[in-house]
């Protein structure tokens, strides 16, 4: 046999065999396990069940970064929020929006397939807090996401047939679903949206074959239950606690970490005590929803300070055993949990601007409350409007942070607005209306004009490292890299790349649309790729009054980037 011949079959034999390993890649838990060690698939929400949105690529480093340019752009056909984290599985990029999941190749960018997200019509009239949809997951080839009219949808990996569709709540009771599904321990966990209507949390736990609800969980403690007495009577019936970001999960411990949301009406005096379970971490098994613990950020919440950021999972030697659970706090501290009991670590302050407490109690994990909030708690009436520090939008919003492993650093964006409030009495009105407790009287900029910043923060030493002060805060999440970039976007459309060691930006590109999504890194044939979403029509932008905004176009867009060949 000629020598061409036998090399031409060995091409052939590894092609074959490359292609058997490709489908059935992504096939297992342990695949999704190892995800942040595989860069050539993002087979999880957040790069890795620990949401560090980190890679280990470095082809991509501050030197080169400069040289960065398109590689394809795929318009996504609507002028939505494009909030969403892109996976990569065996080749093939998969992107949820609200109206449409659809299959890519990630290379060129051509669309594969597509198929609607089968809606009602009178949809928007019941939505809260925004069209969107944040991301998917993926096993054994089937799709998951959720719906904004409260379904849960597994679709085929192959051509986005459906398997089987679940309803989990009434969307006309003011329910909606806008996150990514977790897989944990071989059960599909959702949560829900809808605590500004006064709708009540939960999580569910579902069959990932059948869809059969396996187990549902309260996130209010309601009468008979542990905590019941932290709720005037009947109140967490209506409580609010919702669970509308992406949870965590650690298998060693087999516990999933999901962080809830704000109480309904915000008027903590109108629902009493601290209202177990809202704006708290839970820690729970997957296979059953039993909470095996829980730490409260902000005990009875008056100012929407959710609990429901990202809960990231590093491991800090020397900081209880070890394992830490990390959260950035709307309420304006980032919080270092031992994720293996909910000890509390670190609390500290990194919102520029607080006046609602003056620290945090470590002996206790509560917040030392200033007179302000000591009589907001007090009174469901007041006679002044008050100005908060953060406001609603928090020192922090639900844009997801970025943990860089190997410098023990948090990148993360951050918001600088005040507000102004009137606590008022109101009972729950019917309808799709919002329940608050209180009148909105405005946002405060601060002195300076800057909105907001991009930080990174040094969980162990618990200080800011370094921090770029931004006129109006990005929405976006962030994405570092073991070479020492760190992306992240803006809402005025740029796609911004930073120097890890000092903030310092290195290269941007605009996008034509205000940037939202969640950027993720992988590679192809020994090249790097960064992928983003863009398109922003957020809440912030409507409500906040922000100039820089006021001429930014919508339409919502996929954008890759690379070095040049």
Known sequence: MPAFDLHARRRV???????????????????????????????????????????????????NVGKLAPAWNLSLDNSANASSQPLLVNGVMYVATHSHTLAVDPVSGRQLWKVPVDLPADINGYLCCGIQSR?????????????????VVALSLKDGKQVWKQKAADYKQGYSMTHAPLIAGGVLITGISGGEYG????????????????WHRWTTAGAGEKGAETWNPG????????????????????????????????????????SLYISS???????????????????GDPYDYDGTNELVLADLPGSGSGKV??????????????RSNGKLLSAKQFARKVNWATGIDMATGRPIDTPMTAQVRKSAVGTEVIEVWPSAYGGKNWMPMSFDPGRKLAFFNTVNLGMKVKYVEQKRPGGPNWWLGLELAGFVAPEDGQRGSLVAWDPVAAKKVWEVPLKSPNWAGVLSTA??????????????AHDASSGKELWSFQTGSGITGLP??????????????????????????????????????????????
């Not at 709708?199 to 396996?214: M, P, V, Y």
């Not at 971490?281 to 950020?297: K, S, Y």
């Open 13 to 63: 034999f590894a092609a074959v065999l490359a292609l058997a390993a490709g489908a059935a890649g992504a096939q297992s838990l342990a695949d999704l396990q190892r995800d942040a060690a595989t860069p050539g698939d993002v087979t999880t929400y957040g790069m890795g069940w620990g949401q560090q949105r980190h890679t280990t690529l470095q082809q991509i480093t501050p030197g």
């Open 135 to 151: 991301g998917l997951a993926v096993l054994d080839g089937v799709l998951y996401r959720t719906t904004l009219d409260a379904h």
């Open 199 to 214: 709708a009540r949390g939960f999580l569910n736990g579902w069959d990932l074959k059948t869809g059969e609800k396996k």
């Open 235 to 274: 109140m967490a019936d209506t409580g609010g606690a919702p669970t509308w970001l992406t949870g965590t999960y650690d298998p060693d411990l087999n516990l999933v970490y999901w962080g809830t949301g704000n109480g309904a009406p915000w008027n903590a005096a109108l629902r009493g005590g601290d």
């Open 281 to 299: 971490v839970l820690a729970l098994r997957p296979a059953t929803g039993e909470v095996v613990w829980h730490f409260q950020f902000s005990p």
């Open 325 to 338: 659970l990390m959260q950035a706090n709307r309420n304006g501290f980032f919080y270092v949990i031992d």
């Open 483 to 496: 070479s020492g970039v760190v992306f992240t976007g803006t809402q005025t459309g740029r796609f911004v």
């Open 520 to 565: 993720i890194a992988w590679e192809k044939d020994g090249r790097q790729y960064v992928t983003i979403m863009s398109g922003a029509a957020t809440v912030y932008g409507a409500l906040s009054g922000d100039p820089e905004l006021a001429n930014v176009p919508a339409g919502s867009s996929l954008w890759t980037f690379a070095l040049p060949k």
